[in-house]
């Protein structure tokens, strides 16, 4: 088992078939303690659904599942939570985010939070 690292959701949702919803189950399931941001409230795995950016401090990973065009009113936001890293998920690419997050030496990874985990490569 890997340390736990804390990770915030960004994108989740209370929808079993999507992959932010499995992201949730699965990090919860490994250990990790989870905090999630989506567009509706609710909970998954007992991890409460935020509507609005929530505070956060000591951020190991910020997992994104939202399109390029709604991750820009995260931009600071996430710049400020400060993570070790951030990953963009499947179509969530976003290369104008890239370069906001390498001026400020935070890493990021195009990968799946899903196969990371399987892996055990989180």
Request: proline content about 5%.
């Amino acid at each position: 088992m890997t340390k736990n690292k804390k990770t915030l959701i960004i994108g989740a949702t209370t929808k079993p078939e999507r992959a932010a919803f499995k992201a949730v189950n699965m990090l919860v399931a490994k250990g990790h303690s989870v905090l999630a941001v989506g567009q509706n409230a609710g909970e998954v795995a007992g991890v409460k659904i935020n509507t609005k950016a929530i505070p956060v401090k000591n951020i190991d990973t910020i997992s994104l599942y939202i399109n390029p065009s709604r991750q820009k009113d995260y931009y600071n936001y996430i710049v400020e939570a400060s993570p070790k890293r951030v990953l963009f998920n499947p179509g969530t690419e976003n290369p104008e985010f890239y370069q906001l997050l390498e001026l400020n030496n935070i890493k990021f990874e195009a990968a799946c939070t899903l196969v990371l985990l399987t892996l055990n490569k989180y």
